[in-house]
């Protein structure tokens, strides 16, 4: 167990020099006394430029220089840039918001202008503003308001977001107080909240997967696009460890409006994403009793209470609040930020459950509570089983003794409710993907309740083999079906709770043991990316789960091991990866760009660069330009190694034992695999069926010719495995399209890597298998690609498209522009898979 209190850092001692300055500052203001700048400077001797700096945000007094007015930039008091400021909208400490006029494009924005009265923090509010631009920029969810523009004009520094005419949840609340409706007391009501603070979490967790928190969440900072449609505004206090901009909380001021602060912040502990969901559980608590959790007579008051005190149960002050709710409630204003919820989504996932009726999990549900939230789901089944145990009962109580008793009755509605509980762990488990860091609070819930059940398993033994083996009493009959389901689903469910907690030990594992481990070479790669020509000054960030492995020699692109699918390879000394069974997969770092992918039968008319191939059918063409994001995508195809040491199994026909294809390892790429199975597989290993745009972009590796490495179908020679004579030689009874030209010495697949690789140092694209792609079969006329990725997802749901040849193919399948559909149930000998994965940011 963690020590609860860890030492404090000299931030962390300036932290409480500042909560004791805010404390003092509110009860002087509180009692009318004189709350002079020099007076506090006095009492902390030793901290004058943290008091000043704290005594400025607090009073909003101006600095010793003004910053410039509207007029000294020659425009009218309601120009600045090109907006024409319409109405005041609100004003913080630092900022004053306006409804605009952006007269270039005709549209109203919400201007948020840097206030005149900040010049003596003009540098910290800079970058401020510069912080909220960066992470507005990098979030794109209707649940945070989008940024359009940022900008400076002489001094003033202003940034145009969405303007959102709904008002706050903090006018919400001062409206439902002063109008005399008092908090939501009905069930609709209740729930509409929930569903909307459920919605902010769901945005919240989106800006946290970006490494983004926002530190400063309140009613005021969560707008309303409509009733049930939050929008989370105001990211100036944002703290994001992807942007390069200097953090301006270092040496730190206590930021956040302090009655939305949690208690570790107020100890001077760091914020991380338990911070924002603690404000985010007091803004959900002060919607239920138009009261915050603390709310006290005075801010220093209110202070002591966030400090030391649990907030109330909010049904105290709101009868009307559900139990389950109010469970939820308590659990994100915890406190203790290790009984909190761990994540803004582990919040949102609760609120869901509330409202769908489902058992939450902020607690194991018992029995009762189960039975209970079953019947709310299915009232029609529930009053069937409540009559089958009406029968059940008085069957019982006729046929003997022992199940006569109130007692034993209630055990068999235990017993059905473990029943359910057996089922819905089972299909929880499929949640339980992949092994991050971020699946470890769910592991953990999921973990406690099948130890629970697992706990209860000899009972319901003992019981089932207690019943008769045949009675003709269809209570008895009914009661041992359900016994025995019962028995068997806990018994399945054992090694599956060692595998969980397998899982979970990995995933808390993860973080430290790619990158804190490797955090040199992290520092190292990151800069080559940064400034390298290739990669257009990507910015990257340490990615959870993968190892640097340096650049490939040839290539020059940069490679990573990817841990949750087996060891790390090392380079011989010529720079070759040596890669052997127990090896995981292989990441390449693939350059983003302005990619030109299908095939035109001739030059454009229009000039514009085309992938020239005559001989391309319909179904390959026009070329098409789609701006890619950089991405990752395996060197290598899956293996059959990879693809068994996590399933457990290895489907595919030509695997080691075979006399004719003389296959010895299990390197080569696995088969006869359908695109559901590596949609599934590659995703708990947290990895990605790659889009048709990105494997052609990688296969032609910059080239627009027929074939990546030339016109001729010759070129192929040496680079690619397909149906040569060597083939035809062992294969005989086989009606393959042999090329009488090669001879690659291998009859099917071979052991990935076996040939020369391509421009971007990727082995067997064009031959060995054929690989699956996440695209729907859609002509490309008919479905635009998606920016970013390229995916085009139509309505032909039912196919998934395959590229690239097989060692089963002629060369014209190994051409660039090369695509089939297939049935994405469907599995075949020559169909394998190349692992891609996201870049996170």
């Known amino acids: 167990m963690t020590d609860p209190t860890p030492s404090i850092t000299p931030e962390g001692i300036e932290d409480r020099i500042a909560i004791a ?14 709350t002079y700048l020099a007076g506090y400077c006095t009492q902390f001797p030793g901290h004058d430029a943290r008091i000043a700096r704290e005594w400025l945000l607090a009073t909003g007094a101006p600095g010793p220089e003004r910053a410039p007015d509207f007029e000294a930039s020659g425009k009218s008091e309601d120009e600045l840039g090109p907006y024409r400021l319409v109405r005041e909208l609100g004003r913080g400490g630092q900022a004053v918001v306006y409804l605009a006029d952006d007269l270039r494009v005709g549209r109203q924005v919400a201007l948020k202008v840097l206030a005149r009265d900040t010049a003596a923090l003009s540098g910290q509010s800079a970058l401020r503003f ?5 992470a507005l920029a990098r979030l794109d969810h209707p649940g945070i308001a989008t940024v359009f523009d940022v900008g400076q004009e002489g001094a003033r520094s202003y940034l145009a977001m969405r303007f959102i005419p709904g008002g706050s949840v903090q006018q919400w609340i001062a409206a439902r107080t002063t109008d005399g409706h008092g908090p939501p007391r009905e069930r609709a009501e209740v729930l509409r909240v929930a569903r909307l603070v459920e919605r902010a979490a769901r945005a919240l967790d989106i800006a946290h997967r970006a490494g983004i928190l926002h530190r400063d969440i309140k009613p005021a900072n969560l707008l309303l696009a409509g009733p049930d449609e939050p929008v989370l505004v105001d990211f100036g206090l944002a703290s994001d460890d992807g942007s390069r901009t200097p953090t301006i909380t270092m040496p730190g001021s206590v930021f956040g409006t302090l009655c939305y602060l949690a208690p570790e912040r107020l100890a001077g502990n760091p914020a991380d994403p338990r911070c924002d969901v603690y404000g985010l559980g007091c803004v959900l608590f002060e919607l239920l009793a138009l009261r915050r959790p603390h709310q006290a007579a005075t801010a220093a008051a209110e202070l002591r209470a966030i400090a030391r005190e649990r907030a109330p149960d909010v049904r105290t002050l709101n009868p009307g609040v ?38 939450i ?17 299915e009232p029609a089944l529930a009053t069937t089983l409540a009559a089958l145990l009406g029968v059940l009962v008085v069957g019982l109580a006729v046929t003997t003794w022992l199940w006569r008793s109130e007692r034993q009755a209630l055990s068999d509605v235990t017993r059905l409710a473990d029943l359910e509980l057996a089922r819905e762990l089972r299909r929880r488990e499929a949640t339980l993907w992949p092994a991050r860091p971020d699946k470890v609070a769910a592991m953990r819930t999921w973990l406690a309740e099948g130890e629970s059940l697992r706990t209860r398993l000899p009972g319901h033994a003992e019981r089932l083999d207690r019943l008769p083996a045949t009675s003709t009493d269809t209570a008895l009959r009914w009661q041992q079906r359900q016994l025995t389901a019962l028995v068997a689903e806990v018994r399945d469910l054992e090694p599956r709770l060692d595998a969980v907690r397998e899982r979970a030990r990995a995933a808390s594992d993860l973080p430290g043991a790619t990158v804190e ?24 960030r340490p990615q959870v789960g993968l190892v640097p492995l340096g650049p490939d020699s040839a290539s020059g692109l940069e490679e990573f091991a990817h841990a949750l699918s087996g060891a790390i390879p090392s380079r011989d000394r010529s720079g070759k990866l040596a890669v052997r069974e127990g090896t995981g997969v292989v990441l390449v770092l693939i350059p983003g760009g302005r990619a030109v992918l299908g095939a035109d039968t001739a030059a454009r008319a229009d000039g514009r660069p085309a992938n020239v191939d005559p001989r391309a059918p319909v179904e390959w063409t026009p070329s098409y330009v789609v701006d890619l994001e950089p991405y990752f995508l395996s060197k290598f195809e899956l293996t059959q190694d990879q693809w068994q040491r996590h399933t457990g199994a290895n489907p595919s026909v030509y695997r080691p034992g075979g006399t004719l294809t003389h296959i010895r390892g299990l390197q080569h790429p696995v088969e006869l695999v359908s695109f559901d199975a590596c949609a599934r597989v590659l995703t708990e290993l947290d990895l990605a069926v790659p889009t048709e745009a990105q494997w052609e972009w990688a296969y032609r590796s910059g080239t627009h010719m027929p074939y990546p490495y030339g016109v001729e179908p010759t070129t192929l020679t040496g680079h690619e495995n397909l149906a040569d004579r060597h083939a035809r030689a062992q294969a005989r009874n ?8 090669l001879d690659d010495g291998h009859m099917v697949h071979a052991p990935v890597g076996s040939f020369a690789p391509n421009g971007f140092g990727l082995h067997d694209m064009g031959g060995n298998v054929k690989e699956w792609c996440a695209d729907t079969w859609e002509d490309y006329p008919a479905v635009a690609p998606r920016p970013g990725d390229g995916l085009r997802a139509g309505e032909n749901t039912r196919y998934r498209m395959l590229r690239g040849g097989s060692f089963a193919s002629a060369a014209d399948d190994a051409r660039a522009a090369a695509r089939i559909a297939a049935e994405k149930t469907e599995s075949g000998s020559e169909a394998g898979v190349r692992p891609a994965r996201r870049i996170e940011r």
């Open 361 to 377: 999990a902020a607690r194991p549900a018992g029995p009762w509570t189960r039975l209970l939230r079953f019947r709310e789901r």
């Open 734 to 741: 086989q009606k393959w399209p042999f090329i009488s030209w």
């Open 322 to 359: 559900p139990a389950d709710l109010a469970t939820v409630v308590a659990t994100a204003v915890e406190p203790r930020p290790d009984a909190r919820y761990q994540t803004a989504r582990d919040f949102a996932d609760d609120l869901d459950r509330v409202l769908r009726s489902l058992p």
């Open 517 to 540: 481990r490797y955090a040199d070479a992290w520092r190292a790669v990151i800069e080559r990316v940064r400034t390298s020509p290739r990669y257009g000054g990507l910015l990257l």
């Open 21 to 34: 300055f805010l404390e003092h500052f509110h009860a002087d203001r509180a009692a009318g006394r004189e």
């Open 130 to 134: 510069q912080r909220e631009a960066e």
